[in-house]
């Protein structure tokens, strides 16, 4: 008899436990859930707060933002973001009359094994003018943005890292994916007759060799370090300041009838990115011929593979006026120009033009 | 005198229909829904407590209504471990987030900072907006009144759909000036200025001046030169805009000049030397006198009297250091990332101490 009574009172308090309201962590779908509570049909889920936190596990923070619904017996927290792996995060319930719960949720976080390198860096060739303007630094996977700076340098033969060569910008120049960055040299340290060259002279000087290191320290957008040391060694030949001139541009024309390549040579080295968009090839009846560009070593050509086959007749490359080169000189505008007035002539004119003829 | 006095009342009748007539046409052309901001960088009041924000990735400015228009008296606004409880609101830690810039209401002076959640290309745009009382709270993005303009990308002369999708153009600063947001921003391509002049409300048919901003030094070389900050400023009653490009050179551009397609060079009034990108300026006046206050990367705040900007003859020869505008460095004002005005005694800044970012109101110098 006494049995019987015990192991009823067991199972009651087993019931009342079961009942009780508690605090449980779904990760699959990310949701804080205080279950068993009959007091959640009353709560209005905007005023879910009140009852029901969820904050980071640190003192003095505010809740986490998100949104509150009900469910049967259960009031729900959705956080609006991801809770972030390595991180505790505190769920408390208030509820009147009864001691607060609290629960302590740890996100676990994977082993990461850094695997993002530095792809490539443009300008590709091991000569850089004086006055080189800017590196294009290409990444196998996103990168985390806002600490670029830190982990780029310019060191001389001696490895002496350079003074402050490069402009810093809190807008970090990315392409959308986060694999491109654009890496400015100082334009105050080039452009002649400002303080700043005054005071730093040139960064770069004509007959030495330096290296452009990215560290290991860089991370991703995942959070890795990179899994090596980028580094780019140049010459500094001299500083380049002519226009770039269409007319000392060669272009060898393909076939009729075949999707051979177009191909331009340049007689120096171009910005890699510009030249990307910056030509179209324009057919006899006036349309833009729709194929694929492959960029040549060093950028010194312009390759063109048709998605048909060529036709007879007069063609035309249309070149933009930002088509640049290593220095920031374009399509007859110089990077820095010495006579004001000249600057007023073609200011809207955007594109050139360069004929050939397919037979 | 009864005549008098009934037009008085009927002027200033029909000017408070008028104003309340001209607020309700700007927040009109908000619509409710998601704001989809892509990104969220350069931010400025406008009227009626409305906030543009610059958004780089989206190439678009955004207008958000607030519906803060509530006049507060507030005379300081102060959190430590601001980044520590930023992120933890948006369930991160503070190495995750990113405070873009600061901008303060002016009526409310509640002070509302752009924030990116997470550090890759994916990172959420977010706004957050502080009070007097330190309490923090998010502007509920995914249904406010809102409105949004495209940034035409220029001079892409690919038309057969090959590249240009890398490029984008970081918007540096922002300014609303005459019913008009003025946009700075800096290529990820090529070194070039884009100031943008666009009518608000904002009007798709009507996307604004572009103007090429000119940079020349010394009366030798120029330079199409990208514009990092700006402040819209009056010089001798004319409107003008105070801007500093990359290269730290400091140049006063009228307004009247920026004329849709035209080529204009900006007047250099002085120069701060090598290493040093200017990052934020407002202005005040104290004791009667007018004067600039300018936040930089590496040369701390620097302060330089505004009257008679218009007096200082451009700058055309090789000069030693602190050349033009004379200016003084405020010794108590370190590591200051953002500065904005708070009203007209203080301006609030934004300190770093490691990956810690403060808020706060400092008296202005």
Known sequence: MTGLVARGLLAACLLLVLQSPAIRFDSGRNLFVLENWAGAAQVRPERGGDVFTVSVDAPNVPALLGQYRIENRSLIFAPQFPLQPGMSYRATAKIAGATPITTVVRIPKPDVKPTTVVERVFPSTNVLPENQLKFYIHFSSPMARGFAYQHISLVDESGARVDVPFLELGEELWDRDGRRFTLFFDPGRIKRGLLSQQELGIALHEGKRYSLVVDKGWKDAEGRPLAAEFRKTFRVGPAERKPVDLKSWTVRAPQSGTRNALTITFPKPMDHAILQRELDVVGPGGSVTTGGVTIGPEEKTWIFTPDAAWKKGAYTVRVGTATADLAGNMIDRPFEIDVFERVDQNLNRTTRSLEFRVD | ?365
């Open chain 2, 1 to 365: 005198m009864t005549a008098f006095r009934i037009t008085i009342c009927a002027a200033l009748t029909l000017l408070l229909l008028t104003s309340a007539g001209v607020a309700v046409q700007r927040t009109d052309s908000l619509k409710a829904g998601k704001a989809e901001l892509q990104s969220a960088g350069a931010l400025t009041f406008g009227p009626d407590g409305v906030l543009f924000v610059g958004d780089s990735m989206g190439g678009k400015i955004f207008a958000l209504d607030t519906e803060d228009r509530t006049a507060s008296q507030a005379t300081a606004v102060e959190v430590t471990g601001m980044s520590e409880k930023i992120a933890a609101m948006l369930g991160t830690a503070a190495d995750q987030i990113q405070v873009n810039d600061v901008a303060v209401n002016p009526v409310s002076k509640k002070a509302y900072l752009s924030v990116s959640r997470g550090l890759g290309p994916t990172a959420a745009a977010v706004i957050v907006r502080i009070d007097s009382t330190g309490k923090i709270e998010a502007l509920p993005l995914d249904n406010i009144k809102h409105a949004s303009v495209v940034l035409p990308n220029p001079v892409n002369a690919s038309t057969g759909g090959r590249g240009g999708n890398a490029r984008l153009q970081a918007i540096t600063d922002l300014a609303f000036v005459d019913n008009r947001v003025f946009v700075a921003g800096l290529s990820n391509e090529e070194f070039s200025s884009t100031l943008r002049a666009i009518p608000f409300p904002f009007n798709q048919a009507d996307k604004g001046t572009n103007v090429e901003i000119w940079h020349g030094s010394h009366n030798r070389f120029e330079t199409n030169s990208p514009i990092r900050t700006f402040l819209p400023y009056r010089v001798n009653n004319e409107q003008t805009i105070l801007a500093s490009y990359t290269c730290t050179p400091l140049v006063k551009i009228p307004v009247a000049s920026l004329q849709s397609g035209s080529k204009v060079m900006g007047t250099t009034i002085a120069e701060f030397g090598a290493g040093n990108t200017p990052l934020d300026m407002i202005s005040y006046a104290k004791g009667g006198q007018n004067f600039i206050l300018m936040s930089n990367t590496n040369r701390g705040v620097m302060k330089f009297s505004a009257d008679g900007l218009e007096k200082f003859n451009p700058i055309t020869a090789q000069v030693p250091d602190k050349a033009g505008v004379p200016y003084e460095t405020i010794a108590s004002l370190t590591n200051v990332v953002q500065l904005d005005k708070f009203d007209a005694q203080r301006a609030v800044v934004v300190t770093r101490t490691g990956t810690n970012l403060d808020l706060k109101t400092v008296a202005l110098p």
